[in-house]
T-cell receptor
Framework: NAGVTQTPKFQVLKTGQSMTLQCAQDMNHEYMSWYRQDPGMGLRLIHYSVGAGITDQGEVPNGYNVSRSTTEDFPLRLLSAAPSQTSVYFC???????????????FGAGSRLTVL | GQQVMQIPQYQHVQEGEDFTTYCNSSTTLSNIQWYKQRPGGHPVFLIQ?????EVKKQKRLTFQFGEAKKNSSLHITATQTTDVGTYFC????????????FGRGTQLTVWP
């Protein structure tokens, strides 16, 4: 059982380049999300999805696109990379239901992105 | 704006001292979760609190949920070097399906 798998682990981009961070989970979780983590800023939500075909914006969505064509995959696209997008990116997923045990997130190992 | 306030941002303690981090929300929460992130690692779920006034223990860690379900704390008794990391609270407001609101975290350093 792999859990949440993120690729690549490390990436260096030049300003203006585009790329996609991949995220896949094998737990049949409905909810998937992308966070970025910067020093002193904690985890900030970029985009999230509560099921295939449904996506919504989080706190810091500008410059990023997502899609959810399958339950398993939730790729994050950087359209035109900027130095301000240098960060560590985490994908996380969970079941969605009410009550005890709801929404407990499983995180991927992270993707460290540097934009020059 | 910041949905969940977490303090302190940093805490440095000597091994054997106690440590506490606090989370506060302006709104009543459905539940609150705590995560730990080791240096260079990813956040890992520790515990979830659901009931008003709930207290849960995991060995030297004690988690509390306030009576009004607006605040929570994590207390570590007699810290060890293995406790090093950043501790995050994550609030479920029950308003948006699946979405959690993370505090900024408390980075704990333990001197041997």
């Amino acid at each position: 059982n792999a859990g949440v798998t993120q690729t690549p682990k490390f990436q260096v981009l030049k300003t203006g380049q585009s790329m996609t961070l991949q995220c896949a989970q094998d737990m049949n979780h409905e909810y998937m999300s992308w966070y970025r983590q910067d020093p002193g800023m904690g985890l900030r939500l970029i985009h999230y999805s509560v099921g295939a075909g449904i996506t919504d914006q989080g706190e810091v969505p500008n410059g990023y696109n997502v899609s959810r064509s399958t339950t398993e995959d939730f790729p994050l696209r950087l359209l035109s990379a900027a130095p301000s997008q240098t960060s560590v990116y985490f994908c996380a997923s969970s079941y969605v239901f009410t009550g005890s045990g709801a929404n407990v997130l499983t995180f991927g190992a992270g993707s460290r992105l540097t934009v020059l | 704006g910041q949905q969940v306030m977490q303090i302190p941002q940093y805490q440095h303690v000597q091994e054997g001292e106690d440590f506490t981090t606090y989370c506060n929300s302006s709104t009543t929460l459905s539940n609150i979760q705590w995560y730990k992130q080791r240096p260079g690692g990813h956040p890992v779920f520790l515990i979830q609190l659901v009931k008003s006034g709930e207290v849960k223990k995991q060995k030297r860690l004690t988690f509390q949920f306030g009576e009004a379900k607006k605040n929570s704390s994590l207390h570590i008794t007699a810290t060890q070097t293995t406790d090093v990391g950043t501790y995050f609270c994550a609030a479920d407001r029950g308003s948006t399906l699946g979405r959690l609101y993370f505090g900024r975290g408390t980075q704990l350093t333990v001197w041997p």
